[in-house]
């Protein structure tokens, strides 16, 4: 778990003037846990995931729906993409499973945003930490991280 990791995420919010809730709370496994410790709807949080195909890629969805990998491929013109395994998602991204925040570009991970992602105007997610978390504005998550806006959630 990356206390560094958390710690660079309120800096970049903070020093870009972004407005942001900090919450710290019990260590949440799942979006179902993070949604019910945070008091927020499971379709406002984010799940971060990596992907491979060759390269690492950060695939990002509301907490409710789950990745159309092949859907996804096939818009990147991937032959395939797996999900990465556990050890190798901590070391490109300092996190372990289940606390990957959505800043791909701290980690020049390619990051891609399913379009319904923004149909919450308030989303929430881990930074790095299973016991930490950050609620903001969709639109504000979209002017940092500059995702490219796709469909391929089921």
């Known amino acids: 778990m990356s206390k560094k990791e958390a710690e660079n995420i309120k800096s970049i919010l903070s020093d870009s003037k972004i407005e942001f809730k900090y919450f710290v709370h019990k260590a949440v496994f799942t979006s179902q846990e993070a949604a019910d410790e945070r008091g927020l709807e499971l379709k406002q949080g984010v799940k971060a995931l990596i992907f491979k195909n060759g390269k690492f890629i950060m695939a990002l969805v509301p907490g409710d729906r ?6 996804l491929a096939k818009i990147l013109r991937f032959k395939e993409l797996k999900l990465a395994k556990p050890e190798e998602v901590l070391e490109i991204t300092n996190c372990e499973v289940g606390s990957v925040h959505p800043f791909g570009f701290i980690h020049e991970l390619e990051t891609y945003m399913d379009e319904k992602v923004l149909e919450n105007e308030i989303v929430d997610f881990n930074i790095g930490l299973h016991t930490e978390s950050i609620a903001m504005k969709s639109e504000d998550l979209v002017k ?8 391929f959630s089921k």
């Not at 940092?144 to 469909?151: A, T």
């Open 66 to 71: 789950k990745v159309d990998a092949k859907k």
């Open 144 to 151: 940092i991280i500059k995702p490219k806006i796709l469909d």
